[in-house]
């Protein structure tokens, strides 16, 4: 019987088993690229709110604080979104007659709240509280980024894991004096890390090994 | 999940071998298994010593198979549900993991915030806020503080500022959280079960000729259960005062008609009596279940002082230990925690009071004949007693008969305890005029329906045609009823009998107000409106007698107001106060005292003593003042006669009188003695079951006067043998999905005679199985002493008796274990099992505080209950009476801990303050942390228990700060770290370390007995430092070397030492080998 496969047959079976291997691999890569990216992460994404409220104009151009609307943010968990009524303390002596203003009118006509779209998320198994990492200096900035140049919200960080352990593992890159917390205008000194270490010390800051026990974000 | 042992069985039964390589090491033999012994082998090696010195079961001291197999297995029952083959398997196995990258494949799913429109002051969202309220449980109030996560109740705890109770918290009253919630309430006003509104209820009833203007109300009656309201009792008199023929009737199945009646006879009208344990030094309980929390309304207080007097930290010459003596008709929580305990009939328990009180020069006891117990028991309770005279205390158990309370009452007064360790005060509770008792007040309204006198009946929270007497026919009587209302919680065998339905509200979600047994009174507080279309009992009784457009809330305003000596109308200005201002002042038979400091009777001043009411949860100093209660001489009924076998009712210990039927944590909770869950049994003694030849989980019939049921039976150590104790609560007809048909029925044989026991029945062993669900066989420690206990006279001659001979340990650089430093906080827990009286309170804390699913009947059968926490029962000396221990198991937090050496994973992790971290996001569900775990206190998602999907109000009461664990996930007791980290990052924030104190698990906070205390071991000033140097502190299985966080204070029990050596005389091992030759 004449065999079925011809030699050529040998460059073709060892090929696909390379190929497995291979494509095995770049899958894989592949996967974790895509996870890795802001396309996963939806970092820079603009999400169509009910209302374009622009932070650029609120805080870069009038200079609110960021804690007018956040109230919260200094003494719990969750910065709070302001209620309609903080809006209308200003809307409903300026631009109060806006179109574009309408569905905050509304909300305050009727009663029904308006409905914003998360733009900062991080999962449920995820317990983050706003209140202690802007008592130990963590700066507005330093995780949602220039808020006062976007005219649109977006994500202005990967808020992965790996990326907030960068922070956990090594607070003294990134911690800044509590006066310049909510300084939008705040610049990295050249000196970062040595004063990060001090200001590690002077706000008591948890060692990294604190920092990074599981329980520390997860329960 | 598929495990190699059920590969071998398939293979085994198909005869096919096994390959060499495959599956090798399942090849072992069979380790050596010891002889089954008979009971009475079992016996004498336990009165020889070499028995095991603790244990959990008569299956363990005969070395039972089935026993066995539990314990060399650790998920017996975990292969079972598998019925594939390898290549199945495989198949399965490859999907699953491809499925399981798949769901990988999606972006961050988005979310909407929405903000208030107007932010309520106080509320932060995110942050939780509590609410002082009240919780009632059959009637009288519970003080708790209730949790709210933006809106909804998600966690009941004590309310600590509270007199009567102090902070503890009975499983009752943190599981009506999840009856709020239960999705099989009913939801809709029904009128012959067709939804109707309140509007057209409202219309129906003014059609009624019962109720039109210049009515005297002629067939109008109301029947409500234990009535503690001011408010309600208020309403309900200018009511009868409108319609004058109208009439009130009050019952419960569990009723507290034997106390008034006791008093009536002691004292010549019905008292409460307030036990005072922190005053006793010796207490004897005659049935007296003053322990449980389904036996009298008392508990919170009662456990809490009576545990502080066991406290070895609280004794001092002027304080010694307090003693217990216990006689029981059953197996009770109370006589679990007894010193001194004896088992004996129902009936024999009064001809003991009867001969105790004759002895103690109590005139007209009766107590001629031979007396129950044993006679050294009894000269050595009588020493005791004359021993400590104003110092003693005699308890009569709620559910004995009237003749006992009154004996007991009489000892209290010969031995000089009445104003010392018992005091008196006016009932807290009201009954309808000119009733003594609440059983006459139902045969008063069944006779008068028979008559057909009545023609409205308004049936408020009770479910009569369910739990009525059986001698009492409920349900045929109020057919003739012409129009029938029920509101209740549940659309249930009762509202099946009624024309209208409307649902209740519940105490969550409605204002009112009740009394706690004390009389402390306290205004029950909504946390949210109400889920459904319901009504609380508030603003039904305005609906009938007005005014009709009051809510709750401005009756109860209106109620306080004149009660405080404020103008009704100024309080409430909507409302036409006409009604409330023509009755006369509100007279409840314990009046509040007026708050003295408001001298001005303002508006303003009002709602400055409502808002502290409110705040606080209680109007100050409103507690039943204790009045001087005269006795009288006694006369008592005839002695009982006692029969060769007796039954004993008792309220479920979890289900209660079966209003928790359908409530998923109170079924699944271990039954505290029984340890059985999701049915209820008639639990037998060994001796009996011996006589009658059946064995636990045999259906036997029980005949009592004509009457038969079948049920299961449960064989108790410890129970006495002329009784047989069933639990009413089971076998309901109409709840919601989780109840109906569990259990039997009980109140089919109950009668309005002999509600609570005495009858004499006869016993028929059935034979055939019926398997029940029980836990005191899961996750055990096999063999080892791990609960320890000593005497009194043990201790003083040896403190340091719990601490192991020190185990033979390793140098510690041999250790495979990575060396942790723990330089800021060392969470540890002490648990005293002194304080520690077994009631499952924390069980019930952490399963609300940690979204701990419910699994079902089945599954717990399978060994896979949820609970992170667990008390194991030991057992300590010979089944007919055995000395009883209880041991909370939560996480040890090992500072070595073997599961963390074992996760290929990296899910379970050492933290930096030294608790062993779950992280479920990691855990792939291998279980090797589980089987390596020395404590058994890894729990498994076999199954989505946790799926909440179509259930959206069980999703609601989810705590918000625990993650929601799915399938295929370990999970365990965290020492409450979410609470660890709100005080952590709390302190943080105020620049300071956390106290000692200010971190409360869930367990500790509901401790009725604060036997639970945790702390940071690395300062020295801390109560868990210094418990943990105390003598008695001890570790579980310290030998292994985890050195676990978790430490237990050794019990230590406090008989009398004049009984120790006749009751359990040391027998010599001759003596009982040779006797074991002589058998055989």
């Not at chain 2, 009128?191 to 210049?214: H, I, K």
């Not at chain 2, 723990?822 to 648990?831: C, G, K, R, T």
């Not at chain 2, 999907?949 to 999703?955: K, Q, R």
């Amino acid at each position: 019987m004449p065999q079925v496969f011809g030699r050529y047959s040998n460059f073709w079976s060892r090929s696909t088993v390379a190929g497995l291997v291979l494509g095995f691999c770049l899958f894989v890569a592949a996967a974790y690229r895509i996870q890795d990216s802001a396309y996963y992460s939806r970092q820079y994404e603009v999400r169509h709110q009910p209302v374009p409220f622009s932070h650029a104009h609120h805080v870069g151009g009038l200079g609110i604080d960021c804690r007018y609307c956040h109230t919260s943010v200094e003494t719990a968990a969750f910065a709070g979104l302001p209620p309609t009524k903080t809006c209308m303390n200003c809307h409903v002596e300026i631009w109060n007659r806006s179109p574009m203003l309408e569905p905050v009118r509304a909300s305050f006509r009727t009663g029904r709240p308006l409905r914003w779209m998360r733009v900062n998320y991080l999962p449920d198994f995820v317990y983050f509280r706003h209140d202690i990492h802007i008592a130990k200096g963590v700066g507005c900035q330093t995780c949602h980024g220039h808020v006062d140049r976007m005219a649109l919200m977006e994500q202005a960080k990967p808020l992965t894991m790996r990326w907030c352990l960068d922070c956990h593992r090594a607070p003294f890159n990134y911690l800044r004096p509590r006066a310049q917390v909510f300084n939008t205008e705040y610049i990295r000194p050249p000196n970062q890390v040595r004063l990060g270490k001090q200001l590690m010390k002077r706000y008591h800051v948890l060692d990294p090994r604190t920092l990074t026990s599981c329980s520390t974000c997860h329960r | 999940m598929p495990e190699d042992d059920t590969k071998i069985r398939s293979r085994a039964e198909q005869g096919e071998r096994t390959r060499a390589g495959a599956g090798a090491g399942c090849h072992q033999p069979p380790p050596e298994r010891p002889p089954r012994l008979t009971l009475e082998e079992a016996r004498r090696r336990l009165q020889a010593g070499r028995g095991p010195r603790y244990w959990r079961a008569l299956e363990e001291l005969t070395a039972d198979p089935e026993w066995l197999n539990l314990l060399e297995r650790e998920f017996p029952r975990s292969a079972s549900v598998w019925t594939g083959d390898r290549r199945n398997f495989i198949e399965l196995m490859a999907a699953s993991l491809a499925l399981a990258g798949l769901t990988g494949c999606t972006r961050l799913p988005s979310e909407r915030i929405v903000p208030y429109v107007i932010q309520p002051q106080r509320v932060t969202p995110g942050e939780p806020l509590f609410f002082a309220t009240n919780i009632p449980v059959g009637g009288y109030a519970q003080p708790s503080l209730a949790r709210s996560n933006d809106g909804r109740p998600t966690k009941i705890e004590g309310n600590p500022q509270h007199p009567f109770s102090q902070g503890g918290t009975s499983i009752f009253q943190q599981a009506e959280l999840l009856t709020m919630y239960d999705p099989d309430r009913s939801q809709n006003i029904a009128e012959y079960g067709e939804v109707r509104s309140w509007a057209e209820f409202l219309t129906r009833l003014s059609q009624m000729p019962e109720l039109q203007p210049g009515s005297r109300g002629n067939g109008l009656r109301l029947l409500t259960g234990n009535m503690t309201s001011p408010t309600l009792i208020w309403q309900i008199q200018n009511l009868l005062n409108k319609y004058p023929e109208a009439r009130w009737h009050s019952w419960e199945p569990v009723s507290r008609d034997a106390v008034r009646l006791g008093t009536q006879m002691a004292f010549g009208r019905p008292l409460d009596v307030h036990y005072q344990f922190g005053r006793a030094d010796i207490v004897l309980s005659l049935d007296g279940d003053f322990l449980a929390p389904e036996a009298g309304p008392g508990f919170l207080r009662y456990a809490r002082d009576y545990a502080a007097r066991r406290k070895m930290q609280n004794t001092s010459a002027q304080q010694p230990l307090s003693r217990m003596y216990m006689a029981e008709s059953g197996c009770s929580l109370t006589g679990a925690n007894a010193d001194q305990r004896q088992p004996m009939r129902y009936t024999e328990i009064e001809l003991l009071a009867r001969g105790l009180a004759a002895q103690l020069g109590v005139a007209g006891a009766g107590g001629g004949g031979s007396l129950p117990g044993d006679p050294g028991w009894r000269a050595a309770l009588l020493r005791d007693l004359e021993a400590h005279r104003g110092r003693s205390l005699v308890v009569a158990g709620e559910y004995q008969t009237p003749a006992v309370q009154a004996l007991a009452h009489a000892m209290n007064q010969a031995l000089g305890n009445a104003g010392q360790t018992v005091t008196y005060s006016e009932p807290v509770e009201a009954l309808p005029a000119g009733v003594a008792e609440q059983r006459q007040s139902l045969l008063d309204l069944v006779n008068d329906m028979q008559a057909g006198k009545v023609t409205l009946l308004v049936i408020f929270g009770q479910n009569p045609v369910y739990s009525a007497p059986v001698d009492v026919p409920f349900a045929e009587a109020l057919s003739r009823v012409r129009t029938r209302i029920h509101h209740g919680l549940y659309a249930d065998e009762t509202a099946a009998a009624c024309d209208w339905h409307i649902p209740e509200s519940h105490a969550l979600e409605a204002w009112g107000d009740c009394r706690s047994a004390d009389g402390s009174t306290g205004i029950i507080q909504p946390l949210i409106a109400p889920l459904y279309d319901s009504h609380s009992a508030w603003e039904m009784l305005a609906a009938l007698g007005g005014p009709q457009q009051a809510s709750g809330y401005e009756l109860l305003r209106m109620y306080w107001a004149a009660k405080l000596g404020f103008n009704p109308a100024a309080i409430a200005p909507n409302v036409d106060s006409t009604a409330a201002n023509s009755a006369p002042p509100p007279n409840p038979q314990t009046p509040v005292r007026p708050l003295g400091s408001l001298g001005q009777r303002e508006p303003a001043a009002f709602e400055e003593a409502w808002e502290t009411a409110l705040y606080n949860g209680f109007f100050a100093n409103s507690a039943a003042p204790a009045v001087n209660a005269a006795p009288r001489a006694l006369q008592l009924p005839p002695p009982p006669a006692s029969s060769a076998i007796e039954v004993v009712f008792r309220p479920d210990p979890t289900v209660y009188d079966g209003r928790y039927n359908n409530n998923g944590w109170l079924q699944e909770l271990p039954k505290p003695v029984t340890k059985l869950t999701w049915d209820n049994a008639a639990i037998a003694g060994v001796g009996l079951s011996q006589q009658y030849k059946f064995s636990s989980e045999e259906i036997v019939e029980i005949n009592a006067g004509g009457r038969a049921l079948q049920l299961p039976a449960w064989v108790q150590p410890g129970h006495p043998n002329g009784t047989v104790t069933v639990t009413l609560g089971y076998g309901r007809r109409r709840t919601g999905r989780t109840g109906v048909g569990r259990g039997f029925d009980l109140y089919a044989l109950r009668t309005s005679q002999q509600p609570w026991g005495g009858v004499g029945i006869s016993v028929r062993p059935q034979r055939h199985p019926y398997p029940l669900a029980k836990t005191h066989s899961h996750f055990q420690m096999e063999g080892r002493d791990l609960a320890k206990s000593a005497t009194l006279e043990e201790y003083q001659s040896d403190q340091h008796f719990a601490e192991p001979e020190p185990p033979p340990q390793p140098p510690r650089w041999m250790t495979l274990y990575p060396g942790f430093t723990y330089p800021d906080y060392a969470w540890a827990m002490s648990i005293d099992l002194n304080s520690c009286i077994g009631c499952s309170a924390c069980v019930l804390g952490c399963q609300s505080e940690n979204n701990i699913p419910v699994v079902g009947k089945l599954e717990v059968q399978r060994g896979r209950e949820m609970h992170w926490l667990r008390i194991d029962r030991y057992y300590k000396g010979d089944y007919d009476n055995p000395e009883t221990l209880f041991q909370p198991i939560p996480c040890m937090q090992c500072e070595d801990a073997p599961c963390e050496l074992v996760c290929p994973v990296g899910a379970t992790v050492h933290s930096s303050e030294g608790l062993n971290d779950m992280v479920y996001n990691r855990c792939v569900g291998t279980r090797y942390c589980s089987n390596n775990c020395p404590y058994k206190v890894r729990r498994f998602n076999f199954f989505h228990y946790a799926d909440y999907d179509h259930l959206p109000s069980l999703a609601a009461m989810q705590n918000p700060d625990v993650t929601v664990r799915s399938r295929g996930v370990m999970e365990k007791c965290t020492y409450c770290v979410q609470r660890i980290m709100a005080a952590r990052v709390r302190a943080e924030l105020e620049n300071r370390t956390v106290r000692d104190g200010e971190i409360t698990p869930a367990c500790a906070a509901a401790c009725p007995t604060q036997a639970i205390v945790f702390g940071d071991k690395n300062n020295k000033q801390s109560r868990v430092s210094q418990q943990r140097e105390d003598a008695r502190t001890y570790h579980l299985l310290e030998e292994l070397g985890t050195r676990p966080r978790t430490s237990y204070m050794a019990k230590v029990t406090n008989p009398n030492p004049a009984l120790l050596e006749s009751l359990n005389g040391p027998q010599s091992d001759s003596q009982v080998e040779a006797e074991e030759e002589r058998h055989g």
